[in-house]
């Protein structure tokens, strides 16, 4: 099996898996992160969102080899003191608390590209991660309250 090296939460991690091997896997299986979730297997959902750079990815359709040297962020990887963290708590997003780590990053990634969305760009950076409890507006609340913009 071919070597790859992966920058994942600030650290560098030499792996024998092959390259075609989704980088879901490999966070869950191989390195025991298990804050990345399962949900369909086919990049709809967005359970799976992590960070490669500062772009959303879903890591269920994301092979290892196509990461290269970019940084991968995960949910363990915010430190569990990020801005958006704290909003989530304040604001009671989660319900069953499932797809939250998809929906923190994909909401990190927004703020990273766009630190002062509208409702309208919140909207459509957040379509395609998918709440099976119904958190939206609530998800929403806690984005505008990380960006500045309030209740």
Request: with cysteine; charged share 25%; net charge negative.
């Amino acid at each position: 099996m071919p070597s790859i090296r992966l920058r994942i939460n600030g650290r560098v991690h030499d792996l024998d898996v092959p390259a075609e091997k989704p980088l879901l896997w490999i966070l869950r299986d191989d390195l025991g992160l298990k804050g990345t979730k399962y949900g369909c297997g086919i990049a709809e959902c967005g359970a799976c969102t992590v960070l490669v750079g500062d772009e959303a990815v879903r890591s269920c359709a994301t092979l290892a080899a196509d990461v290269g040297d970019a940084e991968i962020t995960t949910i363990e990887g915010l430190g569990g003191d990020h801005p958006l963290q704290r909003a989530w708590i304040e604001d009671e997003v989660p319900q069953c608390g499932y797809c939250q780590p998809g929906q923190i990053l994909q909401a990190a990634a927004l703020l990273r590209g766009n630190p002062h969305p509208t409702d309208a760009d919140i909207d459509r950076a957040m379509d395609g991660n998918l709440c099976r409890c119904g958190t939206y507006q609530r998800i929403k609340r806690a984005i505008r309250k990380t960006a500045g913009g309030g209740r």
